[in-house]
């Protein structure tokens, strides 16, 4: 008679976060299942160089550069039986904005107001309404 093994490919069941803030710590733990109860390997086939993973906890992590951009990521975890599965993904990093505000009122801009200089540029009344923008 013959026996048949077969290997499960083991199956990612988290979504990874997909934005950060400049120069703020990311993290995304990587949750995966296995039908066999294999041991689980993880690695990174695509990242950035600021990102990380623990091989055996499926931890990414990382601090996001100092500049706004979109990096793709790819994290391979395979089981002790070589069976594999992939997710891919992208990060953004952000810009921190939190508020701005401004008053109602008028404002003058020119080259160096109130000092003397107001002939080289000429100087402007600017009216503004209240306005306040804030991070969605």
Same mark, same amino acid.
């Given at each position: 008679?013959? +026996?048949?093994?077969?290997?499960? *490919?083991?199956?990612? %069941? $988290?979504?990874?976060?997909?934005?950060?803030?400049? $120069?703020?710590?990311?993290?995304?733990?990587? !949750?995966?299942?296995?039908?066999? /109860? #294999?041991?689980?390997?993880?690695?990174?086939?695509?990242?950035? /160089?600021?990102?990380?993973? /623990? $091989?055996?906890?499926?931890?990414?992590?990382? *601090?996001?550069? /100092?500049?706004?951009? %979109? =990096? &793709?990521?790819?994290?391979?975890? %395979?089981?002790?039986?070589?069976? =594999?599965?992939? #997710? $891919?993904? *992208?990060?953004?990093? !952000? +810009?921190?904005?939190?508020?701005?505000?401004?008053?109602?009122?008028?404002?003058?801009?020119?080259?160096?107001?109130?000092?003397? =200089? &107001? !002939?080289?540029? #000429?100087?402007? !009344?600017?009216?503004?309404?209240?306005?306040?923008?804030? #991070?969605?």
């Amino acid at each position: 008679f013959t +026996i048949t093994v077969t290997n499960t *490919t083991p199956a990612i %069941t $988290s979504s990874a976060e997909t934005s950060v803030l400049l $120069s703020s710590s990311y993290s995304y733990d990587v !949750n995966v299942t296995d039908a066999d /109860n #294999q041991i689980l390997t993880y690695s990174l086939t695509t990242a950035p /160089n600021w990102l990380s993973i /623990n $091989s055996a906890s499926g931890m990414i992590s990382g *601090t996001a550069p /100092n500049e706004p951009g %979109t =990096y &793709s990521v790819v994290v391979k975890v %395979t089981d002790s039986g070589a069976a =594999y599965i992939t #997710q $891919s993904f *992208t990060i953004t990093v !952000n +810009i921190i904005v939190e508020f701005v505000s401004v008053s109602a009122g008028t404002f003058q801009m020119g080259d160096n107001i109130g000092g003397g =200089y &107001s !002939n080289k540029l #000429q100087v402007y !009344n600017v009216t503004l309404s209240a306005f306040h923008i804030s #991070q969605v």
